[in-house]
Structures are given as structure tokens and as C-alpha cells.
């Protein structure tokens, strides 16, 4: 497991009770990883796990915000996505490198709004994840 990927060091675990007359109890638990796997946090951790928790529930709330976020996240992530189009290729590798590792830049404007339209088709994704899959996994005859 990668360690500096942030989130990956704590959680929380959601206990939800139905008791008596459908009276319903949500209750917070939050953990933390531990060299074999998870443990509850102790009383320090879980109070600064829960008061994150609580101002991020907060924010999310508020209008407009968690579509401004993803917009900054998709913002910083697609190169490292596109990336993913150069695996195992050694001459389209060396093309990212002088490219400054932005393989958007490798595309014309074309090839984008191509696999642009592709992404969004539902039906066209299908068949290429389904021409893929049989690529891959020739086994696989569904």
C-alpha cells in the first residue's frame, strides 16, 4: 500500500441501529491503520478524526462546492489519466518524456474530441470495453 496517499491512514466506520418503535442511532467509530490491518482510534485520535469528519461534512454542503472540487481534482488529474494510454509503448513513452510528461499534448485536437465522444457515448463504451475485455481476457465469452 502506498503510504502517501492521503486517506489511507484513518477511516470511519458507520454503526447504524434500529432498536425499539423503529427508533433509529447513528454512531461514528473511527479507525485507524495499524501494521496488521485496523484498530479503533484511541480517545486523542478519534476526537481529531471526528472534528475532520464533521468540518468536511460541513463544506460539502455548502452550494457549488463539491462540483468546484471535482473540477480542480479532474484539473490535476488528467495527464496522470491519459498517462495511461502510453503503457508498455517505449516510442510513445519517450514522446511524453520531451513532452514534458503532458500527453495531452501528444493529441491533436481531433484525436481529443474523438475519445472525448467516445467516453461519452454509453453504447460505443460498451463495445470497446467489450472488444477490450475479449482482447485481454480471450476466455472470456460472455
Not at 473511527?30 to 478524526?49: F, N, Q, S, W, Y
Not at 502510453?86 to 500527453?103: A, H, M, Y
Amino acid at each position: 500500500m502506498d503510504d502517501t496517499i492521503e486517506g489511507f491512514d484513518s477511516g470511519m466506520l458507520i454503526r447504524y441501529t434500529i432498536g425499539d418503535f423503529g427508533m433509529e442511532k447513528v454512531e461514528y467509530v473511527p479507525i485507524v491503520r495499524t501494521a496488521g490491518g485496523a484498530a479503533l482510534a484511541d480517545e486523542a485520535k478519534a476526537a481529531e478524526l471526528l472534528d475532520g469528519f464533521d468540518r468536511r461534512s460541513r463544506r460539502i454542503r455548502m452550494e457549488g462546492f463539491v462540483p468546484a472540487r471535482y473540477e480542480t481534482y479532474a484539473e490535476a488529474q488528467k495527464e496522470k489519466l491519459f498517462h495511461v494510454f502510453l503503457s508498455g509503448n517505449p516510442l510513445l513513452k519517450t514522446l511524453n518524456v520531451l513532452s514534458g510528461r503532458r500527453p495531452l499534448r501528444m493529441y491533436h485536437q481531433q484525436s481529443k474530441t474523438n475519445i472525448l465522444n467516445t467516453l461519452r457515448c454509453e453504447s460505443i463504451r460498451e463495445l470497446m470495453i467489450r472488444g477490450l475485455v475479449r482482447e485481454v481476457f480471450p476466455q472470456e465469452r460472455g
